[in-house]
């Protein structure tokens, strides 16, 4: 029987893009708008998720816990899994071990003292790690029992590369990434490949995943679920960069925020299985 997770990156896109981009290196987040997004979530998964699939993995940034420790509390109460999308929503793999080893200490302390829950569930922002060593794969297995950062084409060569790791604890559960017709540019379930896919081509992506030995994942951003200007950097604040770079940020956030969004929930309501959705990914870990 066809399964299908559903995650959520939780995370807020204007402080993030603003950090990026050097405009400040943090500030107040969007709590209203991060609060719409998780209510049109939970509803979603209550109205569509099925008897299995009321609850899902919210992966949260740690300034989330920071300055919305609230709402980090009712993703909990209400049965989702709240796990760590590190503490700021920074690329790690260009960054130190000990930066990255106390940002993930001080990200799960800060959800874990919020969500009044254990946070066994990594992953990294935008996916990215550098693989060609153990050496960040072994400081999240210091901290965490699994990592969702890493996409595979099946699951022995996800076990292959757990074992050119060198790792113990961690248990990496994979995203599904394939070749479309067998060659030609990868394809991944969720994101803004999602957005821009055919319902039919996630539907066979989804049956190929679960073939390949992969549990079926799809995953979602605040951002998508919401207005586009809910998370939207305005031009007074990216006019700091110069009238190019920021006309350049502006023409790609807008790219980011206003396509897709508005159809995918129906989109992935389309995508569930008769008998729902999976629910929260650490009951992976048993099996």
Known sequence: MTRLFLSVDFEDFAHDLKRLLGVWETGPLRVEELWQSFETIDDFLRSHGGSTGCAATFFCTGVVARDAPDLVAEIAKRGHEVACHYYFHDSMDLQS?????????QARQALEEAGNTPVRGFRAPRFRLNRATPEQYRLIERHFDYDC??????????????????????????????PLAGKGPMVRLGGSYLKFMTSDLAGKLIERSEQAGIAPQVYLHP?????????????????????????????????????????????????????????????????
């Open 97 to 105: 071990a000990e930066t990255i080893d106390r940002m993930l200490g």
């Open 149 to 178: 950062s890493s996409f595979f084409a099946s699951a022995q060569e996800c076990d292959r590369f757990s074992r050119e790791m060198g790792l113990t604890t961690l248990r990496i559960l994979p995203l599904f990434m394939t």
């Open 223 to 287: 951002y998508e679920i919401l207005e586009p200007q809910s998370f939207m950097v305005s031009r007074d604040e990216l006019a700091a960069l110069g009238s190019a770079k920021a006309a350049y940020w502006a023409l790609r956030q807008s790219q980011w925020l206003n396509f897709g969004g508005a159809r995918l929930l129906r989109k992935v309501e389309g995508l569930i299985p008769a008998g729902g959705l999976a629910g929260r990914l650490d009951q992976l870990i048993g099996e």
